[in-house]
């Protein structure tokens, strides 16, 4: 499977700023001043090993990640990610023009990049759309009411076919296995966990963790069970997440308390909160890797922060 991530904020779309640009250059160029460039391979050597705060950004489009198993494309949710994704598949000629696309839920900053999504306009493009809520095909046509956007659905050119999902379920497409849980979420949200080649990659954001009994715990242990990949609801720090109960969403700390039960290989922090910058987001996972390390010293589980662009071979 490869894992491509389109958009890893959360809330709301999060464009960086001048302000945060400037920050960066100015460390850059600090850092800059101690070195001799002469040729471009010198300065590309100097980036390469810059910290990932100076290198790269985090991205400021909310949620949807594509996973490519075999010949077939799957989608989860259509943040405002998925419009490069649109332009990704347009500039690249990709002849596959079917999808598969899974919905956490149906919070704007989920559903709003479908509407910008270019292939969706196009007679090839066929969308099979996939959701545990029910009634999905209406949530879209309340979204593009002539009240709140100019194009309605049906004017949206691609074939779309709607599928009931029902929730706790799977469904198999072209010998891949997809299975979601509910999630602690205003409204629910739902994880999706994808089985193929022998390999897992589990979906689980828009998320929180409070009030275990052992029940709920061991069914979300047991559906995060021995992942190749987690991407996980990380949008806040600790502190926060115990001020903000019942908001739905959770911490890196969560995360990697269960990943380790979990026996889960890789930990992407995800979801991150449109008021850090890339620095506070960095910092977050600072402490998470120290939290890992504290508390789970013999432990092999790898974590990441997700970035817009990053790619993941399992």
């Excluded at 046509?141 to 659905?153: I, K």
């Amino acid at each position: 499977m490869l894992i491509r991530l389109w958009g890893v904020r959360g809330s709301i779309p999060t464009p960086s700023t001048t302000k945060l640009y400037r920050q960066k250059l100015s460390k850059v160029l600090r850092l800059a001043s101690e070195k001799k460039f002469e040729t471009d391979s010198d300065i590309n050597e100097f980036i390469e090993s810059l910290d990932p705060a100076l290198n790269s950004v985090i991205g400021g489009n909310t949620p949807c990640v594509e996973v490519l198993a075999g010949d077939t494309r799957l989608v989860f949710d259509m943040g405002s990610g998925m419009r490069p994704l649109g332009n990704f598949l347009l500039d690249s000629k990709d002849p596959n023009t079917e999808m598969h696309v899974f919905i956490s839920h149906t919070h704007w900053d989920h559903i709003q990049g479908w509407v910008f999504f270019k292939p969706g306009f196009i007679p090839s493009y066929k969308m099979n759309f996939y959701s545990p809520h029910g009634n999905f095909e209406q949530r879209l046509n309340a979204q593009q009411d002539f009240r709140f956007f100019p194009v309605p659905l049906n004017f949206m050119a691609s074939h779309k076919e709607f599928h009931d999902f029902t929730p706790e379920s799977s469904v198999v497409i072209n010998g891949i296995k997809i299975s979601n849980t509910e999630l602690h979420h205003p409204g629910k949200s739902y994880g999706y966990r994808v089985e193929y080649g022998g390999k897992v990659f589990v979906y689980a954001t828009d998320s929180e963790y409070n009030n275990f009994n052992t029940k709920r715990y061991e069914r979300l242990v047991d559906f995060f069970k021995d992942a190749d990949a987690l991407i996980f609801d990380a949008q806040y720090s600790f502190d926060q997440e115990i001020q903000r109960i019942d908001w739905g969403h959770s911490s890196a700390f969560a995360g990697v308390d269960l990943a380790i039960q979990a026996n889960v290989k890789e930990l992407i922090l995800f979801h991150h909160d449109p008021d850090n910058t890339d620095f506070q987001i960095l910092s977050l996972y600072d402490l998470s890797i120290k939290y890992l390390a504290d508390n789970y010293p013999q432990n092999n589980l790898t974590v990441t922060v997700a970035r817009e662009g990053a790619e993941f071979n399992l």
